[in-house]
């Protein structure tokens, strides 16, 4: 069955790096794109950005042009999404999931990723 | 910035009908999705495009989308509905609403 399989939870300290990954499988990983979205501790949802599976053009949000990287291994079909510089306010549920792209919605998610920022 | 406005809570019996607004400025000119979501699990998407459903959806969930303010629609609410919604535009970049909590009395 089509299903994103996203990493273990992590424990981090302020400023280190965080790298989360997201395998696919069940569909052409290269027919779709992989987007991230964060949730806080009871907050709403937040979009990260986009990057396309087939290649590997990104879309950032605002927000996180400078601290946040995707990749992905066609590969592997996998993608990854790594934050740098974490904070505090950094702690939350990463998610991944499936779309074609804009403007479409994301019909697959991930069971989520609890990045935990604590010194 | 595109901001979609959503109430923060909605309360309803079974059985009734449950509506939820997201507003945003113009968001009849875009495609709207819905999310459901579960304490503890992953959004699942419910609604797509206005008002297609993904497979597996039952057909109580359905949405409307004109003006400035698209609804989605809970017909037949059961016990099980109870969950947070979020709906979702592109607009140059994706947009989440604010969500709002789904009580069934």
């Known amino acids: 069955q089509v299903q994103l399989v996203q990493s273990g939870a992590e424990v981090k300290k302020p400023g280190a790096s965080v790298k989360v990954s997201c395998k696919a499988s069940g569909y052409t990983f290269t027919n779709y794109g992989i987007t991230w979205v964060r949730q806080a501790p009871g907050e709403g949802l937040e979009w990260m950005g986009w990057?396309?599976?087939?290649?590997?053009?990104?879309n950032y949000a605002q927000k996180f042009q400078v601290r946040v990287t995707m990749t992905t291994d066609t590969s592997a079909t996998t993608a990854y999404m790594e934050v740098r510089s974490l904070r505090f306010d950094d702690t939350a549920v990463y998610y991944c999931?499936?779309?074609?792209?804009?403007?479409?919605?994301?019909?697959?998610w991930g069971q989520g990723t609890k990045v935990s920022v604590s010194s | 910035s595109y901001v979609l406005t959503q109430p923060p809570s909605v309360s309803v019996a079974p059985g009734q009908t449950a509506r939820i607004t997201c507003g945003g400025n113009n968001i009849g000119n875009k495609s709207v999705h819905w999310y459901q979501q579960k304490p503890g699990q992953a959004p699942v998407l419910v609604v797509y495009?206005?008002?297609d459903r993904p497979s597996g959806i039952p057909e109580r969930f359905s949405g409307s989308n004109s003006g400035n303010t698209a609804t989605l629609t809970i017909s037949r609410v059961e016990d099980g509905d109870e969950a947070d919604y979020y709906c979702q535009v592109w607009d140059s970049s994706t947009v989440f609403g604010t969500g709002t909590k789904v009580t069934v009395l």
């Open positions: 990057i396309s599976g087939y290649n590997s053009n990104t």
């Open positions: 495009d206005d008002n």
């Open positions: 999931a499936r779309g074609i792209g804009a403007p479409d919605g994301f019909d697959i």
